[in-house]
């Protein structure tokens, strides 16, 4: 099962590294679409190994995007580092509400997550002098001036960190303290595990990487606005692609988002009014007939087969 693994690894690098030398520019956007997802279905991911579900993802990419908009246009920070400003202060601001909001467990957590995307929302249209109110903001021009050889590499470099964050993560003391949290937390308590302390790092970790995607989401598509930034897509299609390939893994959600990316967007060509409802039909398929996702699935038929 590893070796199938790393081989699916090589295949991914291979793929997404040389894409740029024989392809044009609108299957750069569309692989710059599936690696933007892919980061935020492998944070979503990460945090769901604590057996923590988060509904925020896009509140603290709304975040970031929002921050590095506004730092490049009023401060004029540079786009990088804004976008890397956009990164801190939604890990910034997840690490103080996480004091609060991790105090409560599964669906009280998930709600007021929810919430919380929803808060940042109408903050951001009611600070008019900051964030332009419900026009949002718009940059002069996008980063790297449009190239999108350029941009396609910022964005397949932060999918690529957030790749290896979470695979080192899979291998760390971490990951077996959060897991023995979302097994049993009465137990995880009694061996000592400092539980609170856990999964405020790994929330603040993980929105801190969202907020990152935001701000280079609102860089290459010049703008920040609270419709387009803070849409609850952020959150419910990676969602979506870390079922479809797997949980508690780093391919899985790497699979799914590649898999679920590419036939939405297949779908969008073929079915411009109707794609939404197969991509549903599709997501419900795979719950009810692979419940563990694709990854789960074949490697309970290789241990069978062993």
Do not use: C
Not at 53 to 80: N, Q, W
């Amino acid at each position: 099962m590893r070796n199938w693994r790393y081989l699916v690894y090589a295949l991914a690098v291979i793929v997404f590294t040389t894409l740029p030398f024989y392809t044009g520019v609108y299957l750069l956007n569309v692989a710059g679409y599936i690696l933007i997802f892919m980061t935020l279905t492998l944070t979503w991911d990460m945090l769901l190994r604590s057996g923590q579900i988060s509904f925020g993802v896009y509140g603290f990419f709304g975040v970031g995007a929002y921050t590095a908009v506004i730092t490049f246009l009023d401060a004029s920070i540079h786009p990088l580092f804004s976008i890397l400003l956009g990164g801190i202060f939604a890990g910034f601001l997840a690490l103080v509400i996480g004091l609060v909001v991790l105090q409560l467990r599964a669906l009280y957590f998930a709600i007021v997550t929810l919430a919380l995307g929803g808060i940042f929302m109408v903050v951001a249209r009611n600070i008019p002098e900051l964030t332009g109110g419900p026009e949002g903001r718009v940059l002069p021009s996008t980063i790297f001036d449009g190239d999108p050889t350029k941009t396609y590499w910022l964005i397949l470099a932060v999918a690529v960190l957030t790749v290896i964050i979470s695979i080192l993560f899979e291998k760390s003391r971490v990951h077996f303290a959060v897991t023995s949290i979302r097994d049993d937390e009465i137990v995880a308590r009694s061996s000592g595990i400092n539980v609170f302390k856990y999964l405020v790092f790994l929330f603040a970790v993980t929105s801190a990487i969202q907020g990152l995607a935001g701000g280079v989401y609102g860089h290459i598509y010049g703008f920040a606005s609270p419709e387009g930034s803070f849409s609850l897509n952020f959150t419910l299609l990676p969602m979506a692609m870390a079922l479809l390939g797997g949980i508690y893994t780093t391919l899985g959600p790497v699979l799914g988002a590649v898999l679920l990316g590419s036939i939405s967007e297949l779908l969008k060509l073929l079915m411009p009014y109707g794609h939404l409802l197969v991509y549903g039909i599709i997501i419900i398929v795979v719950i009810l007939f692979f419940p563990r996702g694709i990854v789960g699935t074949l490697g309970k038929r290789f241990e069978k087969k062993r």
